[in-house]
């Protein structure tokens, strides 16, 4: 049997996608020799309002946009598992892809509300977890919960691409250089950047399956 592939898992609302999220992802694929990336463009994310949500399409499509010519899948595939969070989409997605070993790809930001996830403690053991540094994050991060009850799961930066050996609960912390950019400034610089996108119909990068605009 050959080796068995590498994916890096980045979840959020990509809303909109941009660059940022694009380079974290080829970060981490370097830093953990990952042969590529797959991002879970969530239907809906529980701990944000569905108020300045744009529809599930031009958020996918925005997602294309970024990920062209890069290891990079675009999926909602959560549509398909009818999962909701993260815990049961992570939990499913081993069951579907037991051939394909997975590791869980945050920002710092998430981790300010990691404890906040639904069975955040199980997550930590369903698949290893690489965090990414976000600025002005790295000190916040140091005394919430999730941090505390897992810094002794942390593993060197150096061994980051041995993550598929670790014992879990394992987390490791990559630092990356400053990146400012954000959905939340994108969206107040142009609140209706999803119009260019009201008639497409991406197709999801995992399932194949068309996403209407009105989804």
């Known amino acids: 049997m050959g080796?068995?592939?590498?994916?890096?898992?980045?979840?959020?609302?990509?809303?909109?996608?941009?660059?940022?999220?694009?380079?974290?992802?080829?970060?981490?694929?370097?830093?953990?020799?990952?042969?590529?990336?797959?991002?879970?463009?969530?239907?809906?994310?529980?701990?944000?309002p569905r108020a300045g949500m744009a529809p599930l399409a031009a958020r996918m499509m925005s997602a294309r946009a970024q990920a062209r010519r890069a290891p990079i899948r675009v999926t909602a595939i959560e549509r398909k598992l009818g999962t909701r969070y993260t815990v049961d989409t992570l939990g499913a997605l081993q069951r579907r892809y037991p051939h394909i070993r997975f590791v869980w790809l945050m920002g710092g930001d998430n981790m300010l509300q990691f404890h906040q996830w639904k069975q955040w403690r199980d997550i930590t053991r369903l698949m290893p977890i690489a965090v990414i540094a976000r600025p002005r994050y790295d000190a916040l991060t140091h005394g919430n919960p999730a941090m505390i009850w897992l810094r002794p799961f942390v593993r060197a930066a150096r061994h980051s691409r041995q993550?598929?050996?670790?014992?879990?609960?394992?987390?490791?912390?990559?630092?990356?250089?400053?990146?400012?950019?954000?959905?939340?400034?994108?969206?107040?610089?142009?609140?209706?950047?999803?119009?260019?996108?009201?008639?497409?119909?991406?197709?999801?990068?995992?399932?194949?399956?068309?996403?209407?605009?009105?989804?």
């Open 3 to 48: 080796k068995a592939r590498r994916v890096g898992l980045l979840g959020g609302s990509f809303n909109p996608a941009h660059g940022g999220h694009r380079a974290i992802s080829l970060f981490a694929a370097d830093a953990l020799g990952l042969d590529e990336v797959w991002w879970l463009v969530s239907p809906g994310n529980p701990l944000k």
């Open 163 to 215: 993550w598929t050996k670790w014992r879990l609960p394992a987390l490791v912390l990559l630092r990356f250089r400053p990146d400012p950019r954000s959905a939340t400034a994108l969206r107040q610089a142009a609140p209706q950047w999803h119009r260019k996108f009201a008639h497409s119909r991406p197709r999801d990068g995992i399932t194949g399956r068309a996403i209407f605009s009105q989804e």
